[in-house]
């Protein structure tokens, strides 16, 4: 399929103008990200109705904690990645260099057939960046609404703002991984800088309505440090506001960084308490087994209101609207009656004929 944000160079290349990485491509060249290449003097993207699997999941494991818990989430992705992440957990969708790996076709309104057939409340863009198949996701985003399925981008957030502003007009939550808060981790460990993913934060939070939370991967002797810590979530605080969930998640070793160990319990448990200390309101911990870092608590009367085990809830004392049942306050988020929860299962689903 054709793809948007490039432009013609003088030299007879052609520029893509989606993320920083500013990609410049002769005829037949891939970008960086692998799935948008120069063919026929134009732009294209070679994974536009194909994906690498799709799952329907609870939606706590994109992880959203704040949008409609409880709910289940079709999730899906395709192959390549624009960032070059030394410790990529999906490293084998994103790194891939094998269109064998889409194995799964689906046009945009299958998948939305399929989200309401499964009873899911949203379909998430997820396992690779969407950024990079964004003529792809914004086209299911439209027909998912037509049929009132929310959408939802979990994201490294790099990307450009011309294509930033038409990407999440049609996403209605986002994740986005805030991988390190040094530039120097994001250019050694990533292949990419910090600004550009803070400057996507402060669009979301501040002049859309998407629905926003932010994941950090802690990764030992990284970006695990307290003083960095202390200014991500300074800087958080300060520019994007208290109520944005934080998840600090454990690294384990992965890709090209097998000689890391994995994440200890306790560093979560550190990085948690900096985050509440430094005044945010909503932080957990994931990928351990930590109930009091899973679990929702009220700003302002402090008790549990949404108790999770993994991504099972346990207990659940907020009203319809989102507030606290035991003392009014208003928790961020998006919220709906909540019946019974989907649970902790993950399923695989095959859309394709």
């Known amino acids: 399929m054709k793809g948007r944000w490039w432009h013609k160079l003088a030299d007879g290349r052609i520029q893509c103008d989606l993320c920083p990485r500013d990609c410049k491509l002769h005829e037949g060249q891939r970008g960086l990200c692998f799935v948008r290449q120069m063919e026929g003097g134009e732009m294209h993207l070679t994974t536009y109705g194909r994906s690498s699997g799709f799952c329907v999941d609870p939606v706590e494991k994109k992880p959203l904690n704040h949008f409609y818990p409880g709910s289940s989430i079709l999730s899906f992705g395709t192959a390549g990645c624009n960032l070059a992440c030394k410790f990529c957990q999906n490293w084998d969708i994103s790194k891939s260099k094998e269109m064998d790996r889409l194995q799964d076709e689906a046009s945009p309104a299958t998948i939305a057939a399929a989200a309401v057939e499964l009873g899911c409340k949203s379909v998430a863009f997820t396992y690779n960046d969407p950024v990079i198949f964004a003529e792809y996701a914004m086209d299911i985003?439209?027909?998912?609404?037509?049929?009132?399925?929310?959408?939802?981008?979990?994201?490294?957030?790099?990307?450009?703002?011309?294509?930033?502003?038409?990407?999440?007009?049609?996403?209605?939550?986002?994740?986005?991984?805030?991988?390190?808060?040094?530039?120097?981790?994001?250019?050694?460990?990533?292949?990419?800088?910090?600004?550009?993913?803070?400057?996507?934060?402060?669009?979301?939070?501040?002049?859309?309505?998407?629905?926003?939370?932010?994941?950090?991967?802690?990764?030992?002797?990284?970006?695990?440090?307290?003083?960095?810590?202390?200014?991500?979530?300074?800087?958080?605080r300060e520019n994007l506001g208290r109520d944005v969930p934080l998840h600090f998640t454990a690294f384990h070793p992965d890709w090209k960084m097998t000689d890391v160990e994995r994440t200890p319990a306790s560093t979560l448990t550190r990085a948690r308490e900096i985050a509440l200390h430094a005044g945010l309101n909503y932080v957990y911990t994931g990928n351990v087994h930590d109930e009091a870092g899973g679990s929702t608590y009220c700003p302002s009367c402090e008790k549990a209101l949404v108790l999770r085990d993994w991504y099972d809830i346990k207990g659940y004392h907020l009203t319809d609207g989102g507030a606290c049942k035991f003392c009014?306050?208003?928790?961020?988020?998006?919220?709906?009656?909540?019946?019974?929860?989907?649970?902790?299962?993950?399923?695989?689903?095959?859309?394709?004929a």
Not at 156 to 165: D, K, S, V
Not at 196 to 222: A, M, N, Q, R, S
Not at 336 to 352: C, D, E, H, W
């Open 141 to 236: 985003a439209d027909v998912c609404h037509e049929k009132g399925v929310q959408t939802v981008a979990v994201t490294a957030g790099y990307i450009h703002a011309e294509p930033r502003r038409e990407f999440y007009a049609k996403m209605d939550a986002a994740n986005v991984d805030l991988k390190g808060f040094t530039d120097d981790f994001y250019w050694k460990i990533c292949g990419g800088h910090l600004q550009p993913v803070l400057d996507t934060l402060v669009y979301l939070v501040k002049e859309t309505k998407v629905w926003t939370e932010i994941t950090t991967l802690l990764i030992p002797g990284k970006n695990d440090s307290d003083e960095e810590l202390k200014a991500e979530c300074r800087w958080i």
């Open 328 to 352: 009014g306050t208003p928790v961020a988020g998006r919220f709906q009656k909540f019946t019974k929860a989907f649970g902790p299962k993950r399923i695989p689903v095959r859309l394709a």
